[in-house]
């Protein structure tokens, strides 16, 4: 079996694109340069031009879609907010308008959305039932994210849309930057601290979207998410504890966050309590359902 995945060089992918090698997948990529001779090969692909190398979908027997410009990093201008969602959406048009054309019906089309879709709910216990928050960008992105995704399932392909939470690792995403102030023993939630972290150690995040290509019963929308989400203030504690610290612990206001963040301060003042419910009636055994337990084990393992 032959998986071809869009966004394979990134955190997730790279851990995917190996655990799938290691399960005895041959694993492709899609790239904007080709290199064939990469750990795993990569196709070319040109949102500009509308190409995707047509070899690349005749090989794939399963697609996963996991391209998109990151969330955080450079200020949430006009442009940077319209990169990041046609980074997600038109990618995700192209390769149902290439489907389509080449009619090539893959067993599987694993398309990832982001716990986003909730918007900011409080305390209040989130599953896939939940409708989308009422504002914001993350929730618009992820609304036409999904959308997209409809136009694979229209061509009678087994579509899933994985709705992923924060992806704990500590070679890249959120946890290095959580965890840089524990090196002098300080640490810090944001704002009042009350925001719930929908969060997911990479190794089980990699899983689920491993189930999502194996199970051919599953489709549809799943959390990717551990079953114990955490308001911010208990995350930044349990880091404490799982990095054995006495560390200072204090508050950094909403509005100092605010001003240095902009618009993206929603990405870390704003959180849901997201249930994994659809994925755990599939039988799906949570390896590090516990976030001490998740923390301390990438730590040692460096993963």
Not at 165 to 186: D, E, Q, R, W, Y
Not at 231 to 236: A, D, L, P, Q, S
Not at 237 to 259: C, G, H, M, W
Request: charged share 20%; glycine share 8%; proline share 4%.
């Amino acid at each position: 079996m032959t998986i071809l995945i869009t966004g394979g060089t990134g955190l997730l992918g790279m851990h995917l694109s190996r655990m799938l090698r290691d399960k005895g997948y041959r694993v492709i990529h899609l790239s904007r340069k080709e290199n064939l001779q990469a750990e795993f090969p990569a196709y070319r692909w040109d949102l500009d031009t509308d190409f995707i190398a047509p070899e690349a979908l005749h090989e794939a027997d399963h697609i996963v879609h996991l391209a998109g410009a990151p969330v955080v990093g450079k200020r949430w201008t006009k442009k940077q907010k319209q990169l990041i969602m046609d980074s997600r959406v038109n990618t995700l048009k192209l390769l149902a308008h290439q489907l389509k054309t080449l009619n090539i019906h893959v067993k599987s089309f694993v398309s990832t959305s982001a716990t986003g879709y909730y918007g900011n709910t409080g305390d209040a216990l989130i599953t896939e039932q939940s409708p989308p928050g009422n504002k914001g960008f993350l929730t618009e992105t992820c609304i036409k994210w999904e959308a997209a995704a409809d136009e694979v399932a229209a061509l009678g392909i087994r579509t899933l849309k994985l709705r992923v939470g924060i992806v704990l690792s500590v070679v890249g995403g959120a946890l290095p930057k959580m965890l840089m102030s524990f090196k002098v023993n300080t640490g810090s939630w944001f704002g009042t601290g009350e925001h719930y972290y929908a969060w997911i150690h990479i190794d089980d995040a990699a899983k689920m979207f491993v189930k999502a290509i194996e199970d051919a019963s599953m489709q549809g929308i799943y959390n990717v998410t551990a079953p114990n989400p955490v308001t911010n203030k208990v995350f930044i504690q349990t880091l404490n504890r799982a990095l054995d610290k006495t560390s200072l612990l204090l508050p950094t206001p909403a509005p100092v966050i605010r001003l240095a963040m902009g618009e993206m301060a929603d990405t870390v003042l704003h959180g849901s309590r997201v249930m994994p419910e659809n994925m755990q009636a599939t039988g799906f055994e949570f390896q590090f359902p516990d976030l001490e337990m998740a923390v301390r084990d990438l730590v040692k393992r460096k993963v």
